[in-house]
């Protein structure tokens, strides 16, 4: 191809669409895109994960400011998704004030789910109380909302189980909505299903592919189809063979190929099931 040709736009754009029908199509259904680390090349990385068969991403939230630039990004990119929420380091800064702006925000009509919210007990960077407040609070926005959330819980699954359960039994919007993700499951196959028996995904990223994260072949293996998704949590988490430096979308098919290996079964097959299953958990279709 003449050097010339690769700066022509449309002709790059044309080719990105050509080989991204070529590959199989996956979800990064938890991504920060807003984040600094990609301040210098965003948009190379966003065509970057479209070649690598990244059809759809959704960028989350963590904070006002970060959802706002989430909805910047789905305003400019048709296959880029937003969430709005406060992630529970965020916590001790919450207050019902801002739980309106996030309303606001969530107004969009590319955000896609309240998160991401949660509990983190292993780094603690917000005192628990706050963290409970805050995570009710956004419980309670989602349900008015009717959005899915989108679950932080690191060393908290035993308060989170009951925070969820109770939120549930008292929502207000009964209908068959899918009420939302456990993000970066990183617990036993025991947990997962107590998530799954209520209504919940559970999401791997590319930590899996860490050495002391074996044990979770396992549990990806009992996880039902219908309830499996993938993510990168870029720029945090990257592959084995990226450690050290940043994560990005366009790595996601690593992923997927080892769910698919710890399922025994084909990466077709997994990211058929796990793009339906975003699909469906983020009603990207109806947006
Ligand atoms: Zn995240």
Redesign the pocket.
């Known amino acids: 191809m003449p050097e010339e040709a690769l700066s022509n736009p449309r002709l790059i754009s044309y080719l990105v669409e050509k080989l991204s029908n070529m590959v199989t199509s996956i979800v990064d259904t938890?991504a920060?895109l807003d984040m600094a680390p990609f301040d210098q090349d965003r948009n190379e990385v966003i065509s970057r994960a479209k070649l690598a068969g990244v059809s759809t991403i959704i960028t989350?939230g963590?904070d006002i400011g970060s959802s706002r630039q989430a909805v910047k990004l789905a305003d400019k990119y048709q296959h880029i998704w937003a969430t709005t929420g406060f992630?529970p380091h965020e916590a001790s800064r919450v207050n019902q004030e801002q739980i309106d702006e996030l309303a606001v925000i969530a107004n969009h009509p590319k955000i896609v789910a309240i998160g991401?919210i949660g509990l983190d007990f292993y780094r603690n960077r917000s005192p628990k109380e706050q963290q409970f407040q805050a995570l009710e609070w956004q419980l309670e926005l989602a349900d008015k909302l009717n959005l899915p959330v989108i679950i932080?819980s690191r060393q908290a699954d035993r308060e989170m189980l009951a925070v969820l359960r109770n939120w549930l039994s008292s929502r207000t919007q009964n209908n068959k909505k899918a009420v939302g993700v456990i993000?970066?499951f990183n617990s036993d196959l025991d947990i997962a299903k107590k998530y799954i028996n209520m209504g919940f995904y559970i999401a791997f990223g590319a930590y899996i592919s860490y050495p002391a994260s074996q044990h979770l072949r396992t549990v990806i293996r009992g996880i039902p189809p219908g309830r499996l998704l993938l993510e990168t949590?870029c720029p945090?988490l990257p592959p084995q063979q990226h450690r050290g430096k940043r994560n990005e979308p366009s790595y996601l098919s690593l992923t997927l190929g080892i769910v698919a290996e710890a399922r025994r079964t084909s990466p077709d097959k997994v990211a058929t099931e796990t793009t339906q299953n975003a699909y469906h958990l983020f009603d990207l279709n109806s947006h």
């Open positions: 938890h920060h989350v963590i992630h991401e932080h993000h970066c949590d945090y």
